[in-house]
């Protein structure tokens, strides 16, 4: 028999809001009108799960997922930590997507035209999925600060961006990993958006446990998906 185990509800408090003037573009896109919720059909629920089937060997390390001729510039980092609900219990398979600038602060692709060098051997992107005990792994480079014009000498703080997806396309999930003791965090205008009380649950830690001697430090940062400590997330929820 399945334990009595309390429902835990989405704390909105913990989540942005969809419109926070000091982030510009979110007063033009930001809905000024109430949501209607649209009633999910079975298609939606039941539907194929993206990407879960074509995973590869080496999608999880950015470090050699796309190397051509070496290894990419910047400091090797891990990134590890476990995907949770509401009552520390971890939630496996589950589908974890990451993307990230390079060490000099810069995205592959064409709309990125900071003027801070492509790295031929890194393409910023990766993706696993957890274990039976929730965890999951990535081995990447360390994003650089990048400016993005939203104010007067305006930088974004180095950052790792996560996709979750649940058991159809329709959860998918998305948030920001930060970095401990960045300066940036003060002035950036998404990080701010976040409560004051919930901020600390989006910057990872350091870990000694997960670096690697010789090779790469670790940094963990685990993902709550529901309840009063759940990870801050985009969805607008």
């Not at 939606?44 to 999880?60: K, N, R, S």
């Amino acid at each position: 028999m399945r334990p009595n185990i309390r429902y835990a509800p989405v704390d909105r408090r913990s989540h942005p809001p969809m419109i926070h003037p000091p982030y510009r573009s979110t007063t033009h896109r930001g809905p000024t009108r109430p949501l209607v919720p649209i009633p999910q059909t079975l298609t939606e629920l039941t539907g194929p799960i993206y990407g879960h089937d074509a995973i590869g060997e080496l999608d999880h390390d950015l470090t050699r997922n796309a190397a051509k001729n070496g290894e990419p510039i910047g400091e090797r980092i891990l990134v590890a930590g476990r995907v949770l609900d509401e009552h520390g219990r971890p939630v496996p398979h589950t589908l974890i997507e990451i993307w990230q600038a390079n060490a000099a602060g810069r995205y592959i692709h064409r709309r990125d035209q900071h003027h801070a060098p492509i790295d031929p051997n890194f393409h910023g992107a990766g993706r696993c999925l957890t274990d039976e005990d929730g965890w999951y792994r990535f081995i990447t480079i360390r994003p650089g600060p990048y400016p993005w014009q939203n104010h007067a000498n305006a930088w974004r703080p180095p950052h790792i961006h996560f996709s979750l997806f649940g058991p159809a396309f329709v959860t998918r999930l998305i948030t920001q990993m930060y970095f401990p003791g960045d300066p940036l965090l003060d002035h950036d205008p998404i990080f701010q958006a976040v409560p004051a009380f919930a901020r600390e649950r989006l910057i990872a830690r350091f870990d000694l446990d997960l670096t690697q001697p010789e090779f790469a430090t670790g940094y963990r940062f685990d993902i709550i998906l529901r309840g009063p400590a759940e990870t801050p997330m985009e969805d607008g929820r």
